[in-house]
């Protein structure tokens, strides 16, 4: 037998939870999250392992979901001083690079940005050779001045032959120290969301260098040897090589670990999970046990991506949503205490009527340090001039209304589902929704999002073009499937448990024998 560890960093608490090898929960923690971060790990991973008595030599695996890459990019801090080459020229000229990038964003990573010739038509036939001598005189005046080079080409999706040269030649003229970010390995195939996509990558290099210097550094410290993975948004797990590569692929895991975690605990493979947090209540679908994934173009501190992302949708529910209730009438939020409900709610002698206020006087919630029920009812009484009762039915008449609005959203037909509550603000959620077959609290909710990193397995997936005028396309789907096998196999999976997500070959519209196809598999861990 072996064990698991899954943390969660989240903005306000870093969960943990220890697992057997058939994940059986036996230890489970809330700790505060840090401003170091790591300290707030090292805390979760030490609390589990004193609650479950189980020795530090049996963990054999650790998995991290966290927001460092999500942060980074909102706050617009620590982030990797970059180069973009677009390889398009005189084709792709008319629309500049980084030309809907919010001014802020531009302003910081837009000193290096380049186009040289070269791309391809769909069906691999050139625009323009690549002009080395071009190259390189690029490449040179970003030597010593960028610590991350994004390379984009048109339709290097079908044949990314001119970005792997140019990655060749940053090699050379760059060194080794300066990381690449090659666009058909990150996005999909518009060009532009494409380079977007292969730029915010390059940007968040540098953060996903030092995160991973964290995590390591905080076992070492702990004296485990275990193997250290992350989550991702589609649900299953990426080696700390990986993450440095390809860090814009941990966005919004936090959501998707919730999903897979509350899936998983309440037995449910299909339906509607809603994770409800100190700010807002996100709620995603389970198809198959993974989230599903959303066919909008994603929009990451203020850009337009198309790497995948999962569909979640966010309302402003959340334990500390703050309540406005006057004429009889209630509001809440969208703003929120968030952690500060300590300092801010009524329950714990501030001005502040929160959601939390409510369900602590109705005894749903307890949380250390508060009022008695009753003294926090006479305060919500006076702030909110009624009746507690009264106010009491007009909040959860307005947190139903919001969140069968959230449930109505997620749904692509009329058929009832399940819908599945998970986070530390669960007891928000009403018994009853409509549109909702059963509204399930499974056993250990709280932690769901640990739980979800730590039950994670690895998965490859890739899409390309092909011509079928050219190729034949059971063939091409054929290799693409024995290729993923092969890299799965490779990062430490079972390959006996390799299991085949998606398997898609689409038309693309005007474009006369082109196809699309994309392929996704997954595999356990080795035990």
């Known amino acids: 037998m072996f064990y698991k560890i899954g943390v969660d960093v989240g903005g306000t608490n870093t969960d943990a939870v220890l697992v057997t090898h058939d994940n059986k929960i036996l230890a489970k923690t809330k700790e505060t999250t840090t401003l170091d971060v790591s300290s707030g790990i090292e805390n979760a991973i030490k609390k589990v392992l004193e609650y479950s008595e189980v020795q530090k030599n049996?963990?054999?695996?650790?998995?991290?979901?966290?927001?460092?890459?999500?942060?980074?990019?909102?706050?617009?801090?620590?982030?990797?001083?970059?180069?973009?080459?677009?390889?398009?020229?005189?084709?792709?000229?008319?629309?500049?690079?980084m030309s809907?990038?919010?001014?802020?964003?531009?302003?910081?990573l837009g000193k290096h940005i380049y186009m040289v010739h070269g791309g391809f038509e769909f069906d691999g036939r050139p625009i323009t050779p690549l002009d080395e001598k071009e190259v390189?005189?690029?490449?040179?005046?970003?030597?010593?001045?960028?610590?991350?080079?994004?390379?984009?080409?048109?339709?290097?999706?079908?044949?990314?032959?001119?970005?792997?040269?140019?990655?060749?030649?940053?090699?050379?003229?760059?060194?080794?120290?300066?990381?690449?970010?090659?666009?058909?390995?990150?996005?999909?195939?518009?060009?532009?969301e494409?380079?977007?996509?292969?730029?915010?990558?390059?940007?968040?290099?540098?953060?996903?260098?030092?995160?991973?210097?964290?995590?390591?550094?905080?076992?070492?410290?702990?004296?485990?040897?275990?193997?250290?993975?992350?989550?991702?948004?589609?649900?299953?797990?990426?080696?700390?090589?990986?993450?440095?590569?390809f860090p814009v692929l941990t966005i919004s895991s936090g959501p998707t670990n919730s999903i897979r975690g509350a899936g998983a605990l309440s037995q449910i493979d299909n339906g509607i999970v809603i994770d409800v947090g100190g700010t807002t209540s996100d709620g995603g679908v389970l198809v198959n046990y993974f989230p599903r994934e959303s066919t909008q173009v994603a929009q990451i501190g203020g850009v337009l991506t198309n790497f995948r992302m999962p569909d979640v949708v966010a309302v402003g529910i959340g334990g500390g949503t703050i309540v406005r209730i006057e004429n009889d009438e209630c509001k809440l939020g969208p703003d929120?205490?968030?952690?500060?409900?300590?300092?801010?709610?009524?329950?714990?002698?501030?001005?502040?009527?929160?959601?939390?206020?409510?369900?602590?006087?109705?005894?749903?919630?307890?949380?250390d340090g508060s009022l008695s029920n009753s003294d926090i009812k006479e305060r919500i009484k006076v702030i909110?001039?009624?009746?507690?009762?009264?106010?009491?039915?007009?909040?959860?008449?307005?947190?139903?209304?919001?969140?069968?609005?959230?449930?109505?959203?997620?749904k692509t037909d009329s058929k009832e589902i399940p819908v599945v509550a998970c986070g530390g603000g669960a007891f928000l959620l009403p018994?009853?929704?409509?549109?909702?077959?059963?509204?399930?609290?499974?056993?250990?909710?709280?932690?769901?999002?640990?739980?979800?990193?730590?039950i994670a397995q690895i998965s490859s997936e890739e899409e390309m073009v092909?011509?079928?005028?050219?190729?034949d396309e059971q063939s091409e789907m054929e290799k693409l499937l024995s290729k993923l096998r092969d890299k799965l196999v490779h990062n430490g999976a079972k390959q006996e448990s390799i299991n085949t997500l998606i398997k898609e070959s689409i038309p693309l519209a005007y474009l006369p024998g082109a196809v699309k196809l994309k392929v996704k598999l997954c595999g356990n861990l080795i035990h």
Not at 100 to 108: A, V, Y
Not at 394 to 408: G, T
Request: glycine share 8%; aromatic share 6%.
């Open 431 to 454: 018994k009853e929704i409509e549109g909702a077959s059963e509204v399930l609290f499974p056993q250990h909710l709280e932690v769901a999002n640990a739980f979800g990193a730590c």
């Open 336 to 367: 929120s205490v968030g952690y500060r409900i300590k300092d801010k709610s009524i329950a714990f002698k501030g001005t502040t009527m929160t959601l939390s206020d409510f369900f602590i006087a109705d005894k749903q919630l307890h949380i």
């Open 466 to 471: 092909i011509n079928t005028m050219q190729v």
């Open 384 to 410: 909110a001039k009624m009746d507690y009762n009264k106010a009491l039915d007009l909040v959860k008449e307005q947190i139903r209304i919001a969140i069968e609005k959230l449930v109505d959203k997620l």
């Open 100 to 108: 809907d990038f919010p001014e802020d964003l531009k302003n910081l």
């Open 136 to 192: 390189k005189e690029y490449l040179h005046k970003m030597k010593g001045d960028i610590e991350s080079l994004a390379i984009t080409g048109i339709f290097s999706k079908t044949l990314p032959d001119q970005e792997l040269q140019v990655a060749n030649w940053a090699r050379e003229v760059l060194g080794d120290e300066v990381r690449l970010s090659c666009s058909h390995q990150v996005g999909g195939l518009g060009l532009l």
């Open 194 to 245: 494409r380079e977007n996509a292969a730029i915010l990558n390059a940007a968040l290099q540098g953060v996903a260098s030092k995160m991973v210097q964290a995590f390591e550094g905080t076992v070492a410290r702990l004296g485990l040897s275990s193997q250290l993975f992350i989550g991702q948004n589609d649900g299953t797990l990426m080696s700390l090589e990986q993450v440095q590569d």
């Open 58 to 97: 049996e963990i054999k695996y650790i998995m991290l979901g966290t927001t460092h890459c999500t942060n980074a990019l909102v706050e617009r801090k620590k982030l990797s001083k970059i180069g973009a080459i677009r390889i398009g020229l005189p084709a792709s000229s008319a629309i500049p690079t």
